[in-house]
């Protein structure tokens, strides 16, 4: 409770609180702006739970979703319901960072980091006259990818920071996956799902693995390159593109600060 | 029954803004050097840096620039008010204010929708600017 006070200043006054409250307002605006909606997040939220119950290691592993599930969740802080909300997960995950030279030696073949982005907008959401982007993700994006030399047709598969369905759709229509509002068609037929031409989020997600801010995202994208991934490996285990590129993402607040990683096998 | 939701932390900054609200006065900083009508409150202003200040007395008119509707209770000071709402208001003066919008059902509220301020007195110091549809469409 002393989190969410402090979190939420003298908002909290009104009774706006929290990440869910931030960004229901963020997303309402896009609605508003671009036409998205629960329609579009519910293949976000379903496509990653295809790819939890492929992982042992997800919370949701065992627990399909249908669109039924979807449509009938409560609804936390509309328009986002139970399902558009991460997971709260207690548990750790780390990745080791070290140079080419000692990589090479390792038994593992490595992920190698091709190009890094970061953009902070910064503005509180109270006061953001983007909402409904571009968010940091737009300029973070272009930076990682000009670093690498590549562009998003390059990519085999995203790891997109999801703290909430929405997030998935602005940070990738900011990165120019697709225009915006154009993500209610992109995402349709199973895009994003095993089988899919971009997979998303292949370890489930924040949304149906695990909450490990960041590296959820992250150890994900160096798993699958690594090819440690079982059951939801890319490739043929999943009728996917056998990962050479994986583009990852973080983000903070309330679409106030962002970072985009690119990884490539050696 | 006691009021028991948050209220606000009144310091050196936004005390003329509480302080107007208690009489009925929604009051901004607006910037001498550059006219730029600011919130939050501050000593500087965030477009020229100019330290000079006039207060500003809004109309209380502006448009829904987003909302969120609550079903769920953070604080138990709002388990009675479910389902409720939150918006961000643009006043017409510039500043997005966070609000609530009351007298409307949560399904009849749009962005862009015309609201105007009301009043909610909540004790001999506080007073809260919430917004409700515009009498005037």
């Given amino acids: 409770m002393q989190m969410l006070m402090t979190f939420s200043g003298d908002d909290a006054v009104f009774g706006h609180f929290g990440a869910t409250g931030g960004y229901a307002l963020a997303a309402r605006r896009a609605m508003y702006e671009f036409g998205t909606g629960p329609e579009t997040w519910k293949k976000i939220a379903m496509g990653q739970r295809k790819w939890a119950n492929l992982n042992p290691d997800a919370m949701m592993y065992d627990k399909p979703m249908t669109a039924a599930d979807y449509d009938n969740a409560n609804w936390v802080v509309e328009p986002l319901r139970l399902p558009d909300n991460c997971l709260i997960t207690d548990g750790g995950r780390a990745i080791i960072i070290t140079s080419l030279e000692r990589a090479r030696d390792l038994k593992q073949s490595p992920a190698v980091i091709m190009g890094i982005g970061h953009h902070n907008p910064s503005t509180v959401i109270a006061q953001s006259e983007w909402m409904a982007g571009p968010t940091g993700a737009k300029k973070a994006g272009e930076i990682a990818f000009s670093m690498a030399g590549i562009t998003p047709a390059d990519v085999d598969a995203c790891e997109i920071y999801d703290c909430f369905t929405y997030t998935v759709e602005i940070t990738l229509q900011d990165y120019g996956f697709f225009k915006p509002g154009e993500g209610r068609d992109w995402f349709n037929g199973g895009t994003i799902e095993p089988g899919g031409r971009m997979p998303v989020n292949t370890s489930g997600g924040q949304l149906s693995e695990a909450y490990f801010m960041g590296l959820t995202p992250i150890a994900e994208g160096a798993m699958q390159i690594m090819g440690r991934c079982g059951k939801r490996q890319l490739g043929p285990e999943t009728q996917t593109r056998s990962p050479e590129i994986i583009l990852c993402s973080d983000n903070g607040g309330i679409l106030q600060s962002h970072s985009s990683i690119l990884l490539r096998r050696l | ?137």
Avoid at chain 2, 23 to 44: A, G, M, N, T, Y
Avoid at chain 2, 95 to 103: C, E, K, Y
């Fill in chain 2, 1 to 137: 029954m006691p009021y028991n939701k948050p209220l606000p932390k009144i310091n050196s900054d936004n005390r003329p803004f509480w302080e107007g609200c208690r009489e009925h006065e929604l009051r901004f900083q607006q910037c001498k050097e550059c006219d730029h009508v600011r919130w939050p409150p501050s000593i500087i202003c965030p477009q020229c840096h100019s330290f000079e200040i006039n207060w500003l007395i809004s109309k209380g008119l502006g448009r829904v620039y987003t909302f969120a509707v609550y079903h769920t209770a953070f604080h138990p000071g709002f388990a009675d008010d479910l389902p409720y709402t939150t918006a961000v208001v643009k006043l017409d003066e510039g500043p997005h204010l966070l609000t609530n919008i009351v007298d409307c059902q949560p399904d009849k509220i749009k962005c862009d929708m015309p609201v105007e301020v009301i009043w909610e007195d909540v004790d001999e110091m506080v007073t809260l600017p919430k917004f409700r549809p515009s009498s005037s469409v």
